[in-house]
């Protein structure tokens, strides 16, 4: 009967608006704004863009509905703020609550919010929504705008559309790798500016040169306008070949990558830091290992490496994270690595999370699933809590050699 309904409602709006639009009356755009999450890209807002300055006090969430395709059928998201402005940017001004385009915010932990189809690989879901406004509302003159339904006519991808997208043929091993750019702004010709690489995980290899940037906060946090005041840097996201994986031939790839950029752009060589998550942070590992000389530091999160080649690394600035209840990587993979950096004098530095930290932190957020054997998992995902802190990020940045 529900599933009736549902349908029953997507005619009359789908009606409604063919009607309202022989009529002229029709929106201009709605846009879908994602954001990065600590676990994943997350649809978090609609911006709709409006003929006429619409009256935000008027507004309110019951005037409106956004639904996601999930499989084979559109479910609700939760609007829980809507306001107008000119810009279109997802902020919210009591004193300037008016403007051609209306904001609807979304609960960003709604099951059906995420943007993945989680498998081996990770692909990114072709985004379906429709969007409704229910009821007339007022534009600034008092007149009223009539409802309309649309899907949605595009997106935009915070600090993800800041990246540049490339791709790199190494001559040397004949492998050709995607790669995304962040670029500081105002760079001054006359100043160097650290370099932060981050190797992903085993899901998120391919050649789409999206998935990397979004499947988790490891390259996007780095360019975040609050750090990026503060640090001003570079960031390098490659993305691994499908069905190849972070050896030494890979990442002697992405050390050549580096060795170009650093001809094309004035990054301080005494200044290039890597991180890397599961097979990233084994990735990370085996970065310092074999190019010791060329990183000032690094954080391995739920990885493992050589222990007989921990002589290479013991000058390097080493922070390792892993959860102890880690499903997938044992926790002993870091901890042998770091009792014998211990042992000779390494700059080694550990934080192992408890049983039950990172899904406590997760659900601290607003994560919840309908889907319980996922909690399983979570555990494996010490890199969210990692890279939310705010000591991690000044520590990186704080080493140089």
Known sequence: MNLRRGILLLVILGIFSTLFAEEGMSVRSVTLVTKVFPDVERVFAVVIEYPVEIDGQKLSPNQFVVRAKSGDTYSPRTITKVYANNTGEVSFSVFRNRGKYVILELDPWDPNAGTFIYGSPNVRAKLDYIVSQLVPILDVDGKEVEPFVSKQTGERHLIIDDFLAFTFKDAEKNIEIAYRLFVPKDVDANKKYPLVVFLHGGGERGTDNYIQLASNRGAVVWAEPRHQQVHPCFVLAPQCPPNSFWSLDTIRV????????????????????????????????????????????????????????????????????????????????SRILVKKLAEIGGKVRYTEYEKGFVLRYLKQLGWRTDNPGLEDWVPHSSWQPTYDNQEVIEWLFSQSK
Do not use: Q
């Open 254 to 333: 992405v050390v050549n990558l580096i060795k170009k950029l650093k001809k094309e752009y004035n990054i301080d060589e005494k200044r290039i830091y890597v991180t890397g998550l599961f097979m990233g942070g084994a990735g990370t590992w085996t970065a310092i290992m074999e190019f010791p000389e060329l990183f000032a530091a690094a954080i391995p999160i739920c990885g493992g490496g050589d222990v007989n080649k921990v002589e290479r690394i013991k000058d390097i600035p080493i922070w390792v994270f892993h959860a102890e209840d880690d499903p997938v990587v044992p926790v002993a993979s």
